[in-house]
């Protein structure tokens, strides 16, 4: 895990609908097998999912009352990753007999987890998705998609794309690439702007009845991978929020990648109005995922940055992000450097 990833932070693992009471699910999150698990009274753990054993998964086991129990030799773990019961010889547990135990929240609808270190993981820094708490929200999507996260990321920090991708199910007609995107750091936080006036449709307007519009977008970047995608659309002519009530609209969207491996990529996403969850999913898979599979592809296992890549004034978000990002994760390599190096010299004598 160390030195691809960014470690110390909130990733989300799974939506809270996905693992209802009494129920456990296996997922890959940065390259590591994890078992997430809900008790019967509603707690969520996270604990690593092979048995320190025989390897086998604890996934395909039983869970009852808090307890896995692995499905080859029957040993049995707690929540907290802690074997409770050898049926073999005497019983006794051997001190090697435990898996990881991850810190988790829940929080936004979402269950986050913290594959670094315990001690600093803190609820509050998960970011703001608070709008995701709302009685209209309906439950998430979710797709895996074969491309590295940070490619999922630039997708989303450059809307321009849509233009010419999403052409026929979004119709922007060049007018995203034409507007200048307004970029700023704040913090690790990026975000990015665009505005712009053009033809398009509002609320009781016919599909062939397109009208003059004023749009805009804005996206938040928030480490390594959570994004707020704020989008707001009103005749023009008719401003603020009288526009909205007249055939705009406002919505705002949650996009979350977090990597399954360098290679592939859980992405998360969710919406205010509850009825755009499954469009947003179905032109993702079919356009944007499908792209960004042959994008991976072409760049085969070569590193973003060594390919010399061709930056236009629509990268600016992206780009910022990637720096960001980079930099966290080489200030944290540099702690864990020293920390190692001491390790293995007291080890040493």
């Not at 949650?254 to 998360?268: C, D, G």
Request: hydrophobic fraction near 40%; include cysteine; proline fraction near 5%.
């Amino acid at each position: 895990m160390s030195g691809l990833y960014l470690l110390n932070c909130w990733y989300l693992a799974a939506w809270a609908g996905e693992l209802a009471p009494g129920a456990h699910l296996r997922r890959t999150l940065l390259d590591q097998p994890v078992l997430l698990m809900r008790s019967d009274a509603g707690k969520v753990a996270a604990i690593g999912d092979v048995c320190p054993h025989r390897f086998a998964s604890l996934s395909e086991g039983k869970f009852e009352s808090g307890i896995v129990e692995c499905p080859y030799h029957g040993l049995r773990f707690d929540m907290d990753g802690r074997c409770v019961h050898n049926p073999h010889g005497d019983g006794k547990i051997p001190e090697r007999a435990r898996v990881r135990s991850y810190t988790v929240a829940e929080r936004h609808g979402a269950i986050w987890f913290w594959p670094g270190d315990p001690d600093i993981a803190n609820p509050s820094d998960i970011p703001n998705f608070s709008f995701l708490d709302g009685p209209s929200v309906g439950t998430g999507g979710y797709l895996l998609t074969k491309a590295n996260y940070q490619l999922m990321c630039d997708n989303i920090m450059d809307l321009s794309h849509a233009d010419f991708l999403h052409r026929t199910t979004l119709g922007t007609e060049g007018d995203i690439a034409r507007a200048s995107a307004k970029a700023q750091m704040e913090g690790d936080v990026v975000t990015i702007k665009w505005a712009f006036d053009g033809k398009g449709m509002v609320m009781n307007r016919l599909p062939d009845d397109p009208i003059d519009v004023h749009t805009e977008f804005e996206v938040t970047w928030h480490a390594p991978g959570a994004m707020i995608l704020r989008s707001s659309s009103y005749p023009i002519g008719v401003e603020g929020e009288q526009g909205h009530i007249v055939g705009g609209h406002k919505r705002v969207s949650a996009h979350i990648m977090t990597p399954e491996s360098e290679y592939r990529t859980h992405y998360f996403f969710n919406t205010t109005d509850a009825g755009r969850v499954e469009r947003i999913g179905k032109v993702f898979e079919l356009e944007d995922g499908a792209m960004l599979e042959e994008v991976q592809c072409n760049m085969r296992t070569e590193k973003f940055w060594d390919l010399a890549p061709l930056i236009l004034s629509s990268d600016r978000g992206a780009v910022m992000a990637r720096r960001a990002l980079e930099r966290r994760i080489r200030r944290e390599q540099e702690t864990i450097a020293p920390s190692n190096s001491i390790a293995a010299a007291d080890h040493a004598e």
